[in-house]
């Protein structure tokens, strides 16, 4: 009898943990001064390299575990909460950070070595052995302000390490498809066919690579802008926030220039985070619908990518979440049509890996929406839609 209590209180016991291991816990995080939401918040658990972010409306859910959660923005104070206070409390607030000056670094902060020097020390500073993250990716498009094309999907991105030299030391690869609603555009009112959602332009899948690898977008930037305007805007014992803009800059017929934020560590002196915004003047390309050969032009005005990083185990800076957008106009029948693209790669989990299977693997030369099979759906919640993405899924 006592035999089969033990065995009983066992399975009860395995039943109980089980379902603590999988519960979810609904979050909120909100600025401390405004109550405002905010977006993009890194809920994350150390010690498993593993997390999830919050949407537009400052929510998100997480698996609860036997861990300490740190919550972090670049903007913000970090937080860390106890693992036993996490069941019991499901809003949080991030204290913006204080803008502090100090007059040594000022003085002697140069940006250009200080880019150099992360190049020069990139292989210490980055996590520099095999791995592979589990990403979401979103891609958004938005026409006169209203949702076009909503993509949700999860991405398993291998590489040999954070240091880019070939296409064949990475593989990105498909997993569930969360979202996959791409509606017209309807600007060509008076041709419906020629409203595909490829007319309205997406981002490269190999400019968003040489993006995201840190490497070799610094030598890309550095060769561009060999002289930077900067301010400091903060230096406190921990970080140096710089600003920075270029000087315009005529390629064929149109002008361009950078302006952006960069956020160094101040005690590795590594980047980790870069914002970079490139203006564009008169880079209209003028084209012709395929049907009826009627003339249309396609303005871009601007693109804005922004890396963060944050450390792993082996106390190197890994990538924990990525943005590339832009703003574009469409001129058809003399109505200008304003647009917006964003790709979102957010890095939920974090293993390190040696070999990956040659399974799934995303076509690199295609954007990423033109990867996706159209019959394979599922529904996990890793990054929570927004309401008004909701609205639009839901009238699809």
Known sequence: MMNKIKKYLSILILLNSIVLYSQNNEIFILDSETKLPIETVNIYYPAIQEGTFTNADGEATINIRDYDLKISHIAYQERIINSKELPNSNTFYLTPKSVILDEVIVSSFNLTKALQYVLENYESLYENQPFEKECNFKEILS???????????????????????????????????????NNPMDIFTDIPKENIPSNSGFID????????????????????????????????????????????????????????????????????S?????????????????????????E?????????????????????????????????????????????????????????????????SKPIYQNLPKDIVTHSNSILLSNDERNFIEEK
């Open 143 to 181: 026409i006169d302000n209203k949702l076009k094309r909503l993509i949700v999907t999860k991405v398993n991105w291998w590489s040999r390490s954070y240091n880019y030299s070939h296409l064949r030391d990475l593989k990105l690869r498909l997993g569930a498809i969360d979202f996959n609603v």
């Open 205 to 272: 899948t190999k400019n968003l690579i040489n993006t995201i690898y840190l490497n070799v977008f610094l030598i890309n930037f550095i060769k561009t802008n060999p002289k930077l305007d900067f301010i400091i805007e903060n230096s406190s014992v921990n970080e140096t926030t710089v600003s920075f803009t270029t000087e315009w800059k005529k390629r064929y017929t149109y002008s361009f220039r950078s302006k952006g934020k960069i956020i160094f560590d101040n005690e590795t002196k590594a980047i980790i």
């Open 274 to 298: 870069f914002t970079n915004e490139v203006e564009n003047k008169d880079r209209i390309i003028k084209s012709y619908t395929s049907r009826g050969n009627k003339e249309f032009s396609y």
């Open 300 to 364: 871009t005005i601007n693109s804005i990518s922004a890396l963060n990083f944050q450390k792993n185990k082996n106390n190197k800076w890994a990538v924990n979440s990525f943005q590339v957008s832009a703003d574009f106009n469409i001129t058809y029948n003399d109505v200008k049509h304003n647009g917006n693209i964003k790709n979102n790669l957010y890095v939920l989990k974090n293993t390190q890996i040696e070999k990956v299977k040659n399974v799934g693997l995303i076509n690199l």
